[in-house]
């Protein structure tokens, strides 16, 4: 089982800020900004390429559980990046969808 699917079975802990019947968002044990959450679908979906026209609903769900999260941290007005590393070029290193929500200070874009 991947380490997001063990989060979601509370069978290791995390920092979670948002949970319903669905998604879940929780603290990066790593953050790269002040504010560093992970969205993930509690469903295992390794990666974008697993996304067609049957879930694609997915992909927005978790945009409104970012919009959501940000409103409850108080950063939905100075503004945040949304971040989806797919594969390895991107540095995927968790095979189970997420999106990356990153605030709290003045970003640079990086590649
Ligand atoms: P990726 O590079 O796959 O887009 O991002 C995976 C992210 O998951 C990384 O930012 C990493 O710090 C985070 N991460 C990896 N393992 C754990 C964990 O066990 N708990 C939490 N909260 N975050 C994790
Ligand atoms: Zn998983």
Do not use: S, W
């Amino acid at each position: 089982m991947c380490v997001f699917c063990k989060i979601v079975n509370k069978e290791i802990p995390a920092d979670i800020v948002y949970e319903d019947e669905k998604y879940m968002a929780f603290k990066d044990i790593n953050p790269k900004a002040p504010i560093h959450i992970l969205i993930i679908p509690k469903e295992h979906i390794e990666k974008l390429e697993d996304i067609d026209d049957t879930n694609k609903g997915i992909i927005g769900d978790m945009a409104v559980v970012a919009n959501k999260v940000a409103k409850q941290l108080g950063i939905d007005k100075t503004g945040y990046r949304i971040v989806i590393n797919n594969g390895p070029d991107a540095g995927q290193e968790v095979y189970h969808i997420h999106m990356h929500l990153l605030g709290g200070k003045k970003m640079a874009f990086a590649t």
